[in-house]
């Protein structure tokens, strides 16, 4: 795992390059997906996929998630956002409104954020108080336990970029009509308090990244470097955790 100052990618890849290894990893992933959904091989349907993406505003999550449910069938995903919880929401355990979402067996979620904003936005913003953002350390890891436990596929994503990277990418959108809507005054506020949200994603990543649902830090710097090495990333944790329980990856084939 990438430690958050490492920003640029680990090797030189021209887009061209990028794209291309693109390409071939997504139709990977479009096989894994119809494996895991029953529709190759022996048609039984494989365990739950999630995958979970974090990040700074402006990294690059939703180029992201974009380019990793490309290939699939709408049919065959499901994409959740989640912003602020609502007033309702509030009245229950903050983990609660995350259990409707969560794919069963043969299904795939992506999730744009996710119960983590316990222990980054809401602890920076001190939207919860530090007892609580303390204990969800240990809520959210027993939580991944009993996803994992029960046989789900679990990956997890944050997004980095460089302070100087984001900034301009702030610009472009503030010079764009059609992005400017993408930025607003939060993004410019927690870009002010970066060095506490660097701590709360320091401490996230150490508490929380067990071995059965380990953080990747992905460098976002470069949106086609970022862009395949989320999907060869996802596509090689579902083959290793098929193989693992003993699927025969020929049937992708």
């Known amino acids: 795992m ?36 029953g529709q190759l091989g022996e048609k039984r349907i494989g365990p739950p996929l999630a995958v979970v993406f974090e990040g700074w505003d402006a990294s690059g999550k939703g180029g992201a998630i974009k380019r990793l449910v490309a290939p699939i069938d709408p049919r065959h995903v499901r994409v959740s956002q989640f912003a602020a919880p609502t007033y309702d929401e509030k ?25 983590y904003g316990r222990v980054l ?6 939207f919860a108080t530090e007892k609580q953002w303390h204990r969800a350390y240990r809520e959210i890891t027993e939580f991944e336990r009993t996803l994992t436990a029960e046989g789900m596929i679990l ?3 944050w997004m980095h970029v460089s302070p100087d990277e984001q900034l301009r ?15 607003t005054d939060e993004d410019w506020r927690n870009r002010d308090k970066r060095a506490e949200y660097e701590a709360a994603v320091e401490d996230m990543i150490t508490e929380t990244g067990k071995k059965r ?22 596509c090689h944790v579902v083959e290793s955790q098929l193989l693992e329980k003993g699927y025969d990856l020929k049937q992708a084939d």
Not at 99 to 113: E, H
């Open 121 to 126: 936005v809401e602890r920076v913003e001190k």
């Open 155 to 157: 990956v997890k994503f």
């Open 213 to 234: 649902a380990p953080w990747t830090v992905v460098p976002g710097d470069s949106k086609p470097y970022a862009r395949l090495a989320v999907v060869e990333h996802v």
């Open 2 to 37: 990438a430690h958050l100052g490492d920003t640029a990618p680990p090797f030189e890849i021209s887009k061209k390059k990028a794209e291309a290894r693109l390409e071939a990893a997504q139709q990977r992933l479009l096989r894994l997906r119809l494996l895991l959904g």
């Open 91 to 115: 009245r229950h355990h903050f983990l609660q409104r995350f259990w409707s979402v969560l794919p069963g067996w043969g299904g795939m979620t992506v999730l744009d954020r996710s119960w």
């Open 169 to 183: 990418r702030f610009q472009d959108r503030a010079d764009d009509p059609l992005r400017s809507w993408k930025l």
